[in-house]
């Protein structure tokens, strides 16, 4: 495989190997959320219960972001990768078989220390293997994975859950797969060589020595960009976290107090449950070509990405409509539904839009040997956000959701501006 493909094609395979490992990494991800009423039914748990072992997933995914982003800094993408792959599939079929909820809320946890590996790993992978004019675009077709995986994941679920019968082997069977991307994964990707690194990289950021200069970590908490993207992360996350871990039950809830049965809003969410995360792909992925683009005309690079970021947020207050929407008496169902999945698909273009670029400003602002380290701690920031925002949705009635819709229309504008004040190119000094 080394001998057959060469660095301008392995670079797209690595993307394309990435993209998987994504979608895989959140389909895991949305079982939980889509089959909500059958495991709830089989553990004899509510929405509080839930609520706590959404949290158990979140808790260990904020605690591992910046281990994960440290164990890529020091053992590099591939091997941190592979063992997060293996570990979050073999929680996902565990997580199939467990007898009680403990067990089961642990797996979720073991999901959640694991699953952070391919985020840290996949942007220094990139970083490593594109050039500035290309990395936007290359980040966003990797972590297009995770939008697609959610496209997919209600028709994959819905239709394995017909097929089989049982939730449990809808675990098993979706574990199994990671593993099988896992023992791809150990073919397909190798350290780039020189002639890249030399390209991607550059040698502005080698000292006289040819070392890669980087912040040693005192230094790095130091950091203004650091610290901007802890607190963006922490305010903006919980938004795209609402999409994942709650839109579906929403939407299933919502039919539900139509009459509708749990297997009529199962096949509700199976055809329009994933068009939000369909279309907010598509928006990420223009979006970032949007950057990329700027960039091409002459644009510095964190200049053009934060531009894109800071018009994106004009979508933001449409959250505070939905609450309207779901309570007007006189709207028919149809059009209620149709309305909500229109405002989460354009919020979740704004979401991804951050999603996509925000690790690439990162990248762009730190040198490489820093730069899965400041994501691991950025992204775990937003974990921790999420998971507070997590527990007030859960402990709150669905009848006083008007403020929690009201809220999540203000988050991504209070993230643009901690964007445009604190992110900058960080350079470090000679020691």
Known sequence: MNKILKPSSRKWVI?????????CNYLDRQLLSILKPEILEHFGIGDLEYAWIVNVFLLCYAIMYPISGMLVDKFGPKKVILGGLTIWSLACIVGGLAPNVWVFAACRGFLGLAEPTI???????VTLWFE??????????????????AVIAPIVIAWLMGLLGYWQHVFVISGVVGLVIAVFWIFIYQTPPKEVLD???GSETKTPSGEQKSFKMKNLLKTRSLWGGVL???????????????????????????????E?????????????????AIGGILTSVWSDSMIKKGMTAIAARKKMMNTMVIIAPLCMLVPFINGAANMAFGL????????????????????????VVLAESFPIRNVATVMGISCGAGALGSMVFNQFV???????????????????????????KMVRKETPSEE
């Not at 985020?119 to 992978?125: E, H, I, K, S």
């Not at 919980?238 to 139509?258: D, E, T």
Request: hydrophobic share 55%.
């Open 199 to 201: 390209v991607t990289v």
């Open 232 to 262: 963006i992360r922490l305010v903006s996350d919980p938004v795209w976290y609402f999409c994942c871990f709650w839109l579906p039950g929403f939407l299933r809830s919502m039919g539900a107090h139509q009459g509708l049965s749990n």
């Open 264 to 280: 009529q809003t199962l096949n509700m969410i199976q055809w329009i449950g994933g068009i939000p995360f369909l279309v907010g």
């Open 394 to 420: 859960g402990s709150i009635p669905e009848s006083a959701w008007k403020i929690l819709f009201i809220v999540m229309g203000t988050l991504h504008l209070f993230a643009a501006i901690i964007l445009t």
């Open 119 to 125: 985020f840290a790993g996949q942007l220094v992978a």
């Open 132 to 149: 500035k004019k290309q990395r936007a675009t290359a980040n966003s077709l990797c972590t297009v994975g995770g939008s697609l995986g």
């Open 15 to 23: 993307v394309a190997m990435m993209f998987l490992a994504i979608i």
């Open 336 to 359: 209620k539904i149709g309305l909500i999945i229109a405002i989460f698909s354009l919020v979740a273009v704004m979401c991804l839009s951050w999603l996509y670029t925000f690790p």
